[in-house]
């Protein structure tokens, strides 16, 4: 139970690494309010784990000021931010849109300054607290066909070094987890008939032979959540299975 204390507000949770955390943060004991925009996932995973869930567009300030609002009605604070929600368009610099361009940085970038920036007064003001955003690994690395959501998960891995110097002596301490490759749901939407196809062959480029399950990642986010992690801040905690050191 190493999130007693613990009061979270976890964006995209419906889904996903989101789902994952929610789940693994309620089991050690935290407090949680998660969001996403398909209430009838929000509801079912609420009424598994006992966390609250915040209907919530994070596109808009408006979305954003909301769910972060809601979350310290029904928390009372939050202790815990986790960055969650996000998009993985596919498809090189030229064949980009300029509306999947300016989508992807909206969700994946914006959303994610917005919520920190309302939090960081808050947990001022609590006396401290942790901001934990869903970079990649390829916020370090880059990845082909994969333009836009390069460029915004490297910004989010600036963004978050930025951020921890800011605050790093207000006792808020702010890292990125960096995932590869995870059985989340859009593998199965992407793969259909082909997916086990599809899983092998990301698999076989991995040294580790195999991608990641979201129940993994979940705990990466718990150790930058804890007290275990508490000298660590503006750092990238990498679980790619070794994608990173090729």
């Not at 980009?96 to 959303?111: G, K």
Request: with cysteine; glycine share 12%.
């Amino acid at each position: 139970m190493r999130l007693n204390d613990v009061t979270a507000l976890i964006t995209g949770g419906t889904s996903g690494i989101g789902a994952a955390t929610v789940r693994l943060f309620a089991r050690e004991g935290a407090r949680v309010a998660f969001t996403g925009r398909r209430a009838d996932l929000g509801e079912r995973l609420a009424e598994e784990t006992g966390a609250a869930f915040i209907e919530a567009d994070h596109t808009t300030l408006a979305g954003c000021e909301h769910a972060f609002h809601a979350a310290v009605e029904r928390l009372g604070r939050v202790s815990v931010l986790f960055n969650n929600a996000g998009i993985v368009p596919r498809g090189r610099a030229e064949e980009t849109s300029e509306e999947v361009w300016a989508d992807t940085l909206n969700l994946n970038v914006t959303h994610v300054w917005r919520m920190s920036k309302l939090a960081v007064p808050h947990m001022r003001a609590g006396g401290g607290g942790v901001i934990i955003n869903n970079a990649s690994d390829f916020a370090l690395v880059g990845g082909r066909g994969f333009a836009a959501y390069c460029a915004s998960k490297g910004a989010v891995m600036q963004l978050t070094r930025a951020m921890a110097l800011d605050h790093a002596r207000e006792a808020i301490r702010i890292n990125a987890v960096c995932p590869g490759d995870t059985m989340v749901e859009r593998w199965a939407a992407r793969g259909g008939a082909n997916l086990a196809a599809m899983v092998q062959g990301h698999a076989d480029a991995l040294p580790m032979g195999r991608i990641g399950a979201a129940d993994e990642i979940a705990r990466g986010v718990l150790f930058l959540a804890s007290p275990d992690s508490s000298f660590m801040t503006g750092q990238a905690l990498v679980l790619d299975g070794g994608n990173t050191a090729q």
